[in-house]
C-alpha cells in the first residue's frame, strides 16, 4: 500500500494493519457513553523508545570549532547543530559538561518514550 498522510480513503483491516505494523506504532480507540473516543497510543509514544545510543559526549575542541568558542554549556540548554551536509539542523540537550569541556548530549526527540493520548471527536459515520 502507498504512503499517504491525512486522506479520508477508507480501507479494510489488512491493509490498515499493514500500515501500522512497521511502524510499532497503533491507536486503539475506545469510546465511552457521552464523552468523545479515548486514543492512546499502545506502544512507542509519539516519537518511538527513547534510544541510549542518541546520548553522545561532544569534545570540547569540536564545540569550539563548530561554534562560538567563548560558549558556555550548562545543564538542560538545548544546542543546534548542523547537519554535516550543512543544509539542516537538529538540536541536542546538554545532560553533562565535564572539567575538560566535553558536553553530554542527548540527540532523542523531546517526546520520545513519552506517552501521547489523543482525543477525537467523530464527526460522521460512513
Given at each position: 500500500?502507498?504512503?499517504?498522510?491525512?486522506?479520508?480513503?477508507?480501507?479494510?483491516?489488512?491493509?490498515?494493519?499493514?500500515?501500522?505494523?512497521?511502524?510499532?506504532?497503533?491507536?486503539i480507540?475506545?469510546?465511552?457513553?457521552h464523552?468523545?473516543?479515548?486514543?492512546?497510543?499502545?506502544?512507542?509514544?509519539?516519537?518511538?523508545?527513547?534510544?541510549?545510543?542518541?546520548?553522545?559526549?561532544?569534545?570540547?575542541?569540536?564545540?569550539?570549532?563548530?561554534?562560538?568558542?567563548?560558549?558556555?554549556?550548562?545543564?538542560?540548554?538545548?544546542?543546534?547543530?548542523?547537519?554535516?551536509?550543512?543544509?539542516?539542523?537538529?538540536?541536542g540537550?546538554?545532560?553533562?559538561?565535564?572539567?575538560?569541556?566535553?558536553?553530554?548530549?542527548?540527540?532523542?526527540?523531546?517526546?520520545?518514550?513519552?506517552?501521547?493520548?489523543?482525543?477525537?471527536?467523530?464527526?460522521?459515520?460512513?
Amino acid at each position: 500500500m502507498a504512503r499517504s498522510i491525512a486522506t479520508n480513503t477508507v480501507v479494510d483491516l489488512s491493509e490498515l494493519l499493514e500500515f501500522v505494523r512497521p511502524r510499532h506504532r497503533m491507536l486503539i480507540a475506545s469510546t465511552r457513553t457521552h464523552r468523545p473516543p479515548h486514543t492512546p497510543p499502545v506502544s512507542g509514544g509519539a516519537s518511538g523508545e527513547r534510544n541510549p545510543a542518541r546520548q553522545q559526549w561532544v569534545g570540547g575542541k569540536e564545540l569550539t570549532a563548530r561554534g562560538d568558542p567563548l560558549e558556555e554549556y550548562h545543564l538542560g540548554d538545548v544546542v543546534q547543530f548542523l547537519t554535516p551536509d550543512g543544509q539542516g539542523r537538529f538540536a541536542g540537550v546538554v545532560l553533562q559538561v565535564r572539567d575538560d569541556a566535553a558536553v553530554l548530549f542527548d540527540f532523542n526527540h523531546p517526546l520520545a518514550g513519552q506517552p501521547v493520548t489523543f482525543e477525537v471527536h467523530l464527526l460522521g459515520v460512513l
